[in-house]
């Protein structure tokens, strides 16, 4: 285990080395004030870098309007003890809430928005901020600023910015706040976050709703944005406009991108860039030139950072060996394939304490987009331990129908019943609750997590965890995380996939991927387990393990609905079988009925199978 990896492990070491390095720096200050009061101003900015780290680092959503929290937070602490005598223990706890219900304000309605529309809508509420600060002068003392805000008192001593014992009180601050943003990063929390800045579309597979974990996110981010406004405003005793323009919002992006979005030491590396810029800002003139070069650089050459960059320098080299070897491999060794029957006995652990399932009813399905009609008048049942295989050449409108009934697409009519519970009109993640489970004909992973991580994403759902409980990464979060990521190694490994556990989706073939993602739906216990073209990219032998894994889940109880290409594949394991073109079901019968009938002879099959 190397150096970075002991500090991300273990907690005391961790801290110990922020402890260590904050002491260097406070005694190069004893001997320098000045350096002092700027190692200060890092601190404050670090906090305000990590809030915005948080949620664009993390959770991709680029918040332009940051600032409007970190102003809330000083203009609040300063009102709150000019205009009503509030000490700091008081007024802090007060700004920090203001600046939460703030967040909450403004992420409820626009926590459906993302990437650049809700750049835009924040970029217009930061500018609003703005001008209502300057502007409102009778509370805000406008252009000129608010002054009169009276230094942090403790133990009869004054707290002032630019001194030791204000120093230290930011430095404690700073370890509290890095603490707890390593921790969150660890949790279920954390991993929801980052897929929904990587694949929205696999949070709603594993009945989790991405709105929510966006809406939490930014109201958490904009909770430590105004902790930094409190922080600031105590350390300057004076704060106006200029402090919080679209500028500062800016050199923070900047920082950020630099020091490394979605990293731990990204903050860290940004509070130094910033400092660096506003020194530079205030011996060289206007620094939007190097600002701009530097976004348009970190964004294009290097978007993970500094830090992004040397730990892919570390992974490259202590992986380069395994990596080519997994490339290298085209099928895995016939004596490490997994026996049938070990293949089954796992799924049937795997699956043996789920839920009794229900019967999946599709009546009169009609899908149309425009004058389009992709699915029409489409039925199909899928009984709990029955295979229902599902064929038609490309186009035909299987993806659509499964789309439709997964709720990602909204049909026109139509019935879709589970257990006798209509789910039309469900969001996709609420239909996946219930137990209707699917994959995708392009395998839908999260690129930032290893595959046994994605696996135990999956299990998040059901999680008993508070949300304090997994932002502190603390009680039954922790014992839920290894619980499920226990279970995710037995599933890895009924599916022969130990070996690759630990690599990243864009690391492994593409064979490994699909069989992870199938093995993710393991892992949600579904009732009916819906699978788009689980067979592309597998090697024969990997097939042949697929078949016995759905002929298990099938002995299990669980109801499987098979789409796939590979005619062999879906008549081996099917109980019942149906064919489709332009949106029609023209065939339903048998496996040997299907493939018999001329109209799917002559639509998919072609007569070359009649010999």
Not at 243 to 266: E, K, N
Not at 344 to 353: E, P, Q, R
Request: proline fraction near 3%; include cysteine; charged fraction near 15%.
């Amino acid at each position: 285990m190397n150096l970075i990896q002991r500090l991300g492990d273990n907690t005391y070491m961790r801290i110990g080395t922020l402890v260590a390095v904050l002491a260097i720096i406070a005694v190069i200050g004893l001997g320098n004030s000045y350096f002092l009061y700027v190692a200060t101003g890092g601190l404050v900015s670090y906090v305000l870098i990590s809030s915005f780290n948080l949620v664009y680092g993390y959770g991709g959503q680029l918040s332009l309007g940051h600032t409007v929290f970190y102003a809330m937070g000083a203009y609040a602490t300063a009102i709150l003890t000019t205009s009503f005598g509030m000490s700091f223990w008081i007024s802090a706890p007060l700004a920090i809430v203001a600046a939460t219900i703030c967040g909450l304000l403004i992420a409820a309605p626009t926590a459906r928005l993302s990437g650049i529309y809700l750049g835009i809508g924040t970029l217009a509420l930061g500018v609003a901020a703005e001008e209502l600060i300057t502007n409102f002068t009778d509370v805000t003392g406008g252009i000129n600023g608010f002054t009169g805000i009276q230094p942090i008192e403790l133990f009869g001593i004054e707290l002032i910015g630019g001194d030791i014992s204000f120093y230290v009180l930011a430095a404690v601050i700073v370890l509290a706040v890095a603490e707890i943003s390593y921790r969150f990063t660890q949790g279920a929390f954390g991993w929801r976050l980052v897929a929904v800045r990587d694949n929205e579309t696999y949070l709603k597979a594993v009945a989790v709703n991405p709105a929510r974990v966006r809406l939490t996110a930014f109201v958490l981010s904009a909770g430590s944005a105004g902790l930094a406004g409190v922080m600031f405003a105590y350390f300057t005793l004076y704060i106006s406009p200029v402090s919080f323009s679209i500028h500062v919002v800016i050199m923070v992006m900047v920082a950020l991108l630099c020091g490394g979005s979605g990293t731990f030491i990204g903050p860290f590396i940004g509070a130094i860039v910033l400092l660096l810029l506003q020194e530079g800002g205030h011996r060289f003139g206007d620094p939007s030139l190097i600002l701009g070069l530097g976004i348009i650089f970190f964004v294009v050459v290097a978007p993970s950072g500094v830090a992004g960059i040397v730990r892919s320098t570390v992974e490259f080299v202590r992986n380069r060996g395994r990596r080519q070897h997994v490339l290298n491999t085209e099928e895995p060794d016939a004596s490490h394939q997994p026996s049938e029957a070990a293949i089954v006995a796992g799924v049937s652990a795997l699956m043996g304490d789920r839920d009794a399932g229900g019967t999946l009813e599709v009546r009169n399905l009609r899908v149309q987009f425009g004058g389009l009609v992709a699915v029409n008048d489409f039925s199909i049942t899928v009984e709990p331990g029955k295979v229902v295989g599902l064929i038609g050449a490309n186009g035909a409108g299987k993806t659509t129908a499964v789309n439709a009934i997964t709720g990602l697409v909204k049909p026109v009519s139509g019935s879709i019943q589970l257990g006798g519970e209509e789910l039309r009109g469900m969001a996709p993640y609420s239909i996946a609750a219930r137990g209707l489970v699917r994959t995708f004909q392009r395998a839908q992973m999260v690129e930032s997590h290893d595959l046994v991580t994605n696996v135990a994403l999956a299990m998040t759902s059901r999680k008993r965890s508070t949300l304090l409980e997994d932002v502190l990464f603390v009680g039954r979060a922790k014992s839920e995380q290894r619980e499920a990521i226990e279970r995710a190694w037995e599933i890895l490994r009924g599916l022969n996939l130990e070996s690759y556990a630990r690599s990243k989706p864009g690391d492994v073939p593409y064979g490994v991927v699909r069989l992870a993602e199938i093995g993710r739906a393991i892992a949600q216990r579904p009732q009916i387990l819906l699978l788009d073209e689980p067979g592309a990219g597998l090697t024969a032998a990997e097939r042949d393990n697929l078949a016995t894994v759905i002929r298990s889940l099938a002995a299990s109880g669980v109801g499987v609905l098979l789409i796939d290409h590979n005619v062999s594949l879906v008549a081996g394991v099917s109980t019942t079988m149906q064919a489709m073109v332009s949106g029609i079901t023209i065939a339903t019968g048998t496996p040997d009925e299907v493939l018999a009938d001329p109209r799917v002879i002559e639509s998919y099959l072609g007569s070359a199978v009649k010999s």
